[in-house]
């Protein structure tokens, strides 16, 4: 058995009107949590991308080191903390709303070359082997079906990116739209901060920038990470959320959704 993590968080973007101040915060706590407080998670098998670091290619290139030689048994975790966003689609048949739910890396530009659409990971989880526990954490805005709302007591800022349209321009140079990933149920759970349609909010709580959600999963896990499932914590999430103000709905999905967070 082999336990591996992914965690990517990024606060600092070349735009500094797209700046953030909780994505990295999320990671370091996440990380205390799986190898600290529940140690079931080596550190030398958590690999951290932050900021400058986390740019498309480096991002997809650790998505690969973290599935490579995934068999039943293992535990693994990619959890991604920064901007979302949604772009128009070809595949209208697929995506009703004619929108893909896209992640923003640290070298967004508003292409498609250097965002990571629901299309491309859905490719790269499509193989994930049967008897893998494998969580997928997204605290971004529209993070549903990828498939951050305010600062809360300080300033509004949410997780959206500023100053592009993305894919205004090249709209058909989008290339393949990946259908037969997509049509295949996703061989995890997708733990995501809010709906499709939602922002998700950087929030400033007991003094320390963190994602509301985040912030609110790891609060859950601790309490009944052993004895709830995933699902039934996310609804408990909901309910923190919105009981401390929080305009956003977060969501499970995936065919492990039922299944507790830690084997």
Same mark, same amino acid.
């Given at each position: 058995?082999?336990? $591996?993590?992914?965690?990517?968080?990024?606060?600092?973007?070349?735009?500094?009107?797209?700046?953030?101040?909780?994505?990295?915060?999320?990671?370091?706590?996440?990380?205390?949590?799986?190898?600290?407080?529940? $140690?079931?998670?080596?550190?030398?098998?958590?690999?951290?991308?932050?900021?400058?670091?986390?740019?498309?290619?480096? &991002?997809?290139?650790?998505?690969?080191?973290?599935?490579?030689?995934?068999?039943?048994?293992?535990?693994?975790?990619?959890?991604?903390?920064?901007?979302?966003?949604?772009?128009?689609?070809?595949?209208?048949?697929?995506?009703?709303?004619?929108?893909?739910?896209?992640?923003?890396?640290?070298?967004?530009?508003?292409?498609?070359?250097?965002?990571?659409?629901?299309? !491309?990971?859905?490719?790269?989880?499509?193989?994930?082997?049967?008897?893998?526990?494998?969580?997928?954490?997204?605290?971004?805005?529209?993070?549903?079906?990828?498939?951050?709302?305010?600062?809360?007591?300080?300033?509004?800022?949410?997780?959206?990116?500023?100053?592009?349209?993305?894919?205004?321009?090249?709209?058909?140079?989008?290339?393949?739209?990946?259908?037969?990933?997509?049509?295949?149920?996703?061989?995890?759970?997708?733990?995501?901060?809010?709906?499709?349609? !939602?922002?998700?909010?950087?929030?400033?709580?007991?003094?320390?920038?963190?994602?509301?959600?985040?912030?609110?999963?790891?609060?859950?896990?601790?309490?009944?990470?052993?004895?709830?499932?995933?699902?039934?914590?996310?609804? &408990?999430?909901?309910?923190?959320?919105?009981?401390?103000?929080?305009?956003?709905?977060?969501?499970? !999905?995936?065919?492990? !959704?039922?299944?507790?967070?830690?084997?």
């Amino acid at each position: 058995m082999k336990n $591996k993590a992914l965690l990517v968080g990024i606060n600092k973007y070349p735009d500094p009107r797209n700046e953030l101040r909780g994505c990295v915060n999320d990671i370091l706590d996440m990380a205390h949590f799986i190898s600290e407080k529940n $140690k079931v998670y080596a550190t030398e098998n958590i690999k951290r991308l932050t900021d400058q670091q986390a740019t498309k290619k480096t &991002i997809v290139a650790q998505i690969k080191w973290l599935l490579e030689g995934a068999q039943s048994g293992d535990s693994l975790l990619f959890h991604y903390s920064g901007h979302g966003a949604q772009a128009p689609t070809k595949n209208q048949k697929i995506e009703k709303d004619g929108l893909d739910e896209i992640i923003c890396p640290y070298d967004y530009d508003g292409s498609n070359e250097t965002a990571l659409r629901d299309k !491309e990971f859905a490719q790269l989880f499509a193989g994930i082997p049967q008897g893998v526990h494998f969580v997928w954490i997204s605290d971004s805005c529209h993070a549903e079906d990828l498939s951050r709302d305010p600062f809360q007591g300080v300033e509004k800022h949410y997780r959206y990116f500023n100053g592009i349209t993305p894919f205004k321009a090249g709209y058909e140079d989008l290339g393949d739209e990946f259908p037969l990933p997509i049509i295949k149920p996703f061989n995890g759970a997708l733990l995501s901060a809010c709906a499709s349609h !939602e922002l998700s909010a950087d929030a400033y709580i007991n003094n320390r920038f963190n994602g509301a959600f985040t912030y609110y999963l790891i609060k859950n896990l601790m309490q009944y990470g052993d004895s709830k499932s995933m699902q039934a914590i996310v609804e &408990i999430v909901n309910k923190d959320l919105n009981k401390n103000g929080y305009d956003q709905n977060p969501q499970s !999905e995936g065919l492990l !959704e039922n299944k507790t967070f830690f084997l």
